[in-house]
């Protein structure tokens, strides 16, 4: 098994408010690293957009918990966000850029197109009735 | 999440700070539409000066905005200078309609006056 540095995990419920929380548990996991606030805001962003699709999409229909589960290990942060939601059926159509399933709710359909440009490394996962897991990883400069 | 709404001349002044995302979009989308509608608002400044985190909930804020000025024949302009947030913008294509500019006289200048002696 691959030895961490560090882990955290917290859940919460799929309740709005808790994308705020998201970022700073992740902002605070990283900060022994010493992240360049543009290497902070590049993981607080994307962590955000994944915690917003897990609530607006995932539970869009229902209720459930949100986890966030972060590893890190030398200069690089792993983050994993799941939901046990409805699921993705098309994984591609979601990801491209502007496709929203709810575009009258005002949703931009630029999630998976941020996680992407402000993180090293996206995987999506899911299955319809069961949930969606995005990880997510960034690996930190050194030179600071 | 903060909103402050100020008028100088014909323009508001929309002042939005703290954390914007999908989750503090919600009552400012609201107290922004009410001013929009009861006003017929025309001329605005959406200052992002004092933003300190943006998502892309901040991308259908404005442009749900843009939209229900638009119709009365309005104008926006984003006054933004944090480099990560215009790049949010610009990968949501807000800048196609509104222009993001970095101070307050060029923001008055796209809307055809001075801060001073508005339109």
């Known amino acids: ?144 | 999440m903060g909103l402050e709404c100020k008028k100088n001349g014909t323009v508001f002044l929309f002042y939005l700070s703290g954390e914007l995302d999908h989750h503090s979009c919600i009552p400012i989308r609201e107290e922004l539409d009410k001013v929009i509608c009861h006003y017929h608002v025309k001329r605005v400044i959406f200052d992002f000066s004092a933003v300190s985190f943006m998502d892309s909930a901040g991308i259908g804020l404005l442009l749900g905005r843009y939209r229900e000025i638009a119709k009365f024949g309005g104008k926006c302009v984003i006054l933004c200078e944090s480099e990560k947030i215009k790049k949010i913008l610009q990968m949501g294509s807000v800048q196609l309609v509104m222009p993001i500019v970095e101070t307050k006289q060029e923001a008055y200048e796209k809307l055809g006056g001075t801060e001073n002696g508005t339109i």
Request: charged fraction near 25%; aromatic fraction near 6%; glycine fraction near 6%.
């Open chain 1, 1 to 144: 098994m691959e030895q961490y540095d560090n882990t955290m995990l917290i859940r919460f419920p799929a309740k709005s408010e808790n994308e705020g929380l998201a970022r700073v548990a992740v902002t605070a996991f990283a900060a022994p690293l010493d992240p360049t606030v543009s290497e902070l805001t590049d993981m607080k962003t994307a962590v955000s957009e994944a915690v917003t699709n897990a609530i607006v999409h995932g539970y869009a229909k229902g209720t459930g918990d949100v986890e966030v589960f972060c590893q890190r290990k030398e200069e690089t942060i792993y983050i994993m966000v799941s939901d046990k939601g409805c699921g993705i059926s098309d994984i591609t159509q979601a990801m491209e850029p502007l496709y929203t399933s709810k575009p009258e709710q005002e949703r931009a359909g630029l999630g998976f197109t941020i996680m992407e440009t402000f993180m090293d490394s996206l995987e999506v996962e899911s299955k319809v009735g069961e949930g969606t897991c995005v990880k997510m990883a960034k690996k930190l400069s050194k030179l600071r």
